[in-house]
């Protein structure tokens, strides 16, 4: 039955790789001609595939996975490769805004418009973020890719030699007929254990929805057929002739074959089973998760400032659990044309406030010494009028004893005169 459905593409999503849309299929790179490896080809062709069939890819975050799966001649994809992701950005959960530096999650197309073999990282795709569901839910972004050089800031970044055969795949693929592809981006293989550890995360709900489309590929290993209607997900359901899915509206009345629906009633007897038996079960502790739109905006923030130029947190801002926001003691500022017109800025303003800072303190200190002058002046006036009262006095004692000789009387003058002048600069701060 499910052969069937392969082959009339009633329940088939199209699934394709992505780029760059600033190419086309007959401008490849040297890099984009390579073809796969003579051992990758053998097992292609031992698993009942060619080599131009029909593909799609799984992302796996937490597991730091990205598979590649291929049609087979009965209609059915079986995994052909694996590879280890080699950097993603942000943490666990979906993308919410421009600049949350989040690595997208849920269903995506590539067509041949979004391949890019000339793209800075060695070679890339585009994974065709904001989709449907994205912009139904107001979400924001540009540019999310798959592709080389192993740096990624909300991208899925792979090693040159990876993206090299990732990329073939697809290219053989649009080759070989396929209009486009499918990736399918999870937070974690959506396994009973998986769930059931992050039963209590705030993107649950999310991840749920997400759920349905992983469960229908594991039962049917087939692309499942994507819309999106009332802002979620709804996969392999058939509207009626003349009725079509609107993002943001109803849901239409829908239908899916009896044996699709018994299928997958099992599966998920067998699935409720195992998560009870999880949630009772000792598991690994949860991996950070992005705490909604809140943590989104702050890191957006963040992200702007970063790109302005400004001196900000080496790493990103984090929400805690109880909705403070943790934040790294390091500072810098990105080496960039911006960065360093900021950097420019900021020691121009430096310079200028040291310069004012100085301009004041002269001014202050030249103050003090006018003051300290003045005292200087009236402290001696003082001492000299002193000096004169204390020698008319002396003069007009009669029978005066013996006085001592005339230095000694200038001497005994002067220390009045000292101690005078410096009693009156310590009360004019001199």
Same mark, same amino acid.
């Given at each position: 039955?499910?052969?069937?459905?392969?082959?009339?593409?009633?329940?088939?999503?199209?699934?394709?790789?992505?780029?760059?849309?600033?190419?086309?299929?007959?401008?490849?790179?040297?890099?984009?001609?390579?073809?796969?490896?003579?051992?990758?080809?053998?097992?292609?062709?031992?698993?009942?595939?060619?080599?131009?069939?029909?593909?799609?890819?799984?992302?796996?975050?937490?597991?730091?996975?990205?598979?590649?799966?291929?049609?087979?001649?009965?209609?059915?994809?079986?995994?052909?490769?694996?590879?280890?992701?080699?950097?993603?950005?942000?943490?666990?959960?979906?993308?919410?805004?421009?600049?949350?530096?989040?690595?997208?999650?849920?269903?995506?197309?590539?067509?041949?418009?979004?391949?890019?073999?000339?793209?800075?990282?060695?070679?890339?795709?585009?994974?065709?973020?904001?989709?449907?569901?994205?912009?139904?839910?107001?979400?924001?972004?540009?540019?999310?890719?798959?592709?080389?050089?192993?740096?990624?800031? +909300?991208?899925?970044?792979?090693?040159?030699?990876?993206?090299?055969?990732?990329?073939?795949? +697809?290219?053989?693929?649009?080759?070989? +007929?396929?209009?486009?592809?499918?990736?399918?981006?999870?937070?974690?293989?959506?396994?009973?254990?998986?769930?059931?550890?992050?039963?209590?995360?705030?993107?649950?709900?999310?991840?749920?929805?997400?759920?349905?489309?992983?469960?229908?590929?594991?039962?049917?290993?087939?692309?499942?057929?994507?819309?999106?209607?009332?802002?979620?997900?709804?996969?392999?359901?058939?509207?009626?002739?003349?009725?079509?899915?609107?993002?943001?509206?109803?849901?239409?009345?829908?239908?899916?074959?009896?044996?699709?629906?018994?299928?997958?009633?099992?599966?998920?007897?067998?699935?409720?089973?195992?998560?009870?038996?999880?949630?009772?079960?000792?598991?690994?502790?949860?991996?950070?998760?992005?705490?909604?739109?809140?943590?989104?905006?702050?890191?957006?923030?963040?992200?702007?400032?970063?790109?302005?130029?400004?001196?900000?947190?080496?790493?990103?801002?984090?929400?805690?659990?109880?909705?403070?926001?943790?934040?790294?003691?390091?500072?810098?500022?990105?080496?960039?044309?911006?960065?360093?017109?900021?950097?420019?800025?900021?020691?121009?303003?430096?310079?200028?406030?040291?310069?004012?800072?100085?301009?004041?303190?002269?001014?202050?200190?030249?103050?003090?010494?006018?003051?300290?002058?003045?005292?200087?002046?009236?402290?001696?006036?003082?001492?000299?009028?002193?000096?004169?009262?204390?020698?008319?006095?002396?003069?007009?004692?009669?029978?005066?004893?013996?006085?001592?000789?005339?230095?000694?009387?200038?001497?005994?003058?002067?220390?009045?005169?000292?101690?005078?002048?410096?009693?009156?600069?310590?009360?004019?701060?001199?």
């Amino acid at each position: 039955m499910f052969a069937k459905l392969a082959r009339t593409g009633v329940l088939i999503a199209a699934i394709g790789v992505a780029g760059c849309n600033d190419s086309s299929m007959k401008d490849f790179a040297p890099e984009a001609n390579k073809p796969l490896p003579d051992k990758i080809l053998a097992d292609m062709k031992a698993k009942g595939m060619v080599r131009t069939s029909s593909v799609m890819a799984r992302i796996f975050k937490e597991e730091g996975k990205l598979e590649i799966w291929k049609a087979k001649t009965n209609g059915r994809y079986d995994l052909v490769a694996s590879y280890d992701i080699c950097k993603w950005s942000g943490k666990l959960g979906p993308k919410y805004t421009e600049g949350d530096r989040q690595a997208p999650e849920g269903f995506y197309t590539v067509r041949p418009s979004q391949m890019n073999p000339r793209s800075n990282y060695h070679l890339s795709f585009n994974i065709g973020f904001p989709n449907a569901y994205d912009r139904a839910n107001g979400r924001t972004g540009q540019n999310l890719m798959v592709h080389g050089a192993c740096s990624s800031s +909300g991208c899925y970044s792979m090693t040159d030699a990876q993206i090299e055969q990732i990329y073939a795949f +697809g290219r053989d693929a649009f080759q070989g +007929g396929q209009t486009e592809f499918q990736i399918q981006a999870f937070p974690f293989r959506m396994t009973a254990a998986n769930m059931a550890r992050y039963r209590g995360d705030p993107n649950y709900d999310f991840w749920k929805m997400l759920k349905v489309g992983y469960d229908n590929f594991e039962i049917t290993k087939v692309p499942p057929k994507v819309d999106v209607c009332e802002k979620r997900y709804v996969f392999n359901q058939v509207a009626p002739e003349g009725t079509t899915f609107d993002p943001t509206g109803p849901c239409p009345a829908t239908t899916q074959p009896d044996s699709l629906k018994t299928a997958y009633a099992n599966y998920e007897k067998s699935y409720d089973a195992a998560f009870n038996s999880a949630v009772k079960s000792s598991t690994p502790p949860p991996k950070p998760t992005i705490a909604g739109v809140k943590e989104a905006s702050i890191v957006s923030d963040w992200s702007k400032r970063r790109a302005r130029g400004e001196r900000v947190p080496i790493d990103p801002p984090s929400m805690n659990s109880d909705g403070s926001v943790t934040e790294t003691t390091r500072m810098g500022r990105i080496d960039s044309p911006a960065g360093r017109k900021m950097a420019a800025a900021d020691a121009e303003k430096e310079a200028k406030r040291k310069a004012e800072e100085q301009r004041l303190a002269a001014i202050e200190a030249a103050k003090a010494a006018k003051e300290a002058a003045k005292a200087q002046q009236l402290a001696e006036k003082e001492a000299a009028k002193q000096a004169a009262q204390q020698q008319v006095v002396t003069a007009g004692v009669e029978a005066a004893p013996a006085q001592p000789d005339a230095q000694q009387a200038a001497d005994a003058d002067q220390g009045t005169v000292s101690k005078l002048k410096k009693k009156l600069l310590g009360m004019f701060g001199g």
